[in-house]
């Protein structure tokens, strides 16, 4: 998709923010080991 097509869409913009949300609360409960071995 084409970023000019992705900023008409709100319904992608929608999905693709919530799906950010998701993966920022995984990485909150990610165990300390888990994020020592891997900082980045």
Do not use: F, Y
Not at 7 to 34: C, F, H, P, Q, Y
Request: glycine share 2%; charged share 40%; hydrophobic share 30%.
């Amino acid at each position: 998709m084409r970023r000019e097509n992705l900023l008409e869409d709100s319904k992608t913009i929608d999905g693709v923010v919530r799906n950010l949300e998701i993966l920022s609360e995984a990485v909150k409960n990610l165990n300390s080991e888990t994020k020592k071995a891997h900082p980045e």
